[in-house]
């Protein structure tokens, strides 16, 4: 996957922060989605002729048997990637130009599985089943991404966030029976 670069400065740009179970949608020349993305999925697509481009940030790939709650839906990236599709489309898009990209998937926690792995099989078999080619990614790994995309132009950045320093944990020690503070 070659990948062209480009300097442009997006610091006048209006952003838009895309949070989990949400999707964001654009032809705008001075628009700039951004996320932040740990175990997540963040798909941008863009059609290249209409320059319509799109991001959403999925939790998880697709619910579980038991969940048929309506309102969980938006975590599920089998519900965000539709969605996003479909709002592209509305706005003039043409399925068959999609070109897209893909950010996150990392591992964040040894406790929590393989939740970040999933997200990226499960995106990169959706595209690969809708025939939308994948132009970039940047997936896996142990740390969290910060992701901005500009959608009229189907260009993104994605920094890797390290952990600056190490959370220092406080002891909590309780106050002594029948004591009180006042403030």
Do not use: W
């Not at 442009?8 to 964001?24: H, L, P, S, T």
């Not at 489309?89 to 999933?118: E, Q």
Request: glycine share 8%.
């Amino acid at each position: 996957m070659a990948e062209t670069t480009m300097k442009i400065n997006i610091n006048n740009f209006k952003r838009i922060d895309v949070m989990q179970g949400e999707k964001q949608v654009s032809s705008e020349d001075d628009v700039v989605f951004s996320t932040v993305l740990g175990s997540c999925i963040a798909a941008c697509l863009y059609d290249p002729i209409a320059k319509i481009g799109g991001m959403n940030h999925f939790l998880l790939a697709e619910p579980s048997g038991s969940d048929h709650d309506p309102n969980s839906l938006k975590r599920y990236g089998v519900y965000a990637m539709e969605v996003l599709i479909n709002a592209m489309l509305a706005k003039g898009a043409h399925r068959n130009r999609l070109r897209a990209r893909l950010y996150g998937g990392a591992t964040m926690r040894s406790g929590f599985g393989d939740i970040g792995i999933k997200n990226a099989e499960f995106a990169r078999r959706f595209l690969q089943d809708e025939h939308i080619l994948l132009n970039a990614e940047d997936i896996g790994g142990t740390t969290a991404r910060r992701v901005d995309f500009c959608p009229a132009l189907g260009l993104a950045r994605c920094r890797h966030v390290e952990n600056q320093r190490p959370v220092e944990r406080l002891e909590v020690v309780p106050d002594k029976a029948g004591d009180v503070t006042f403030f």
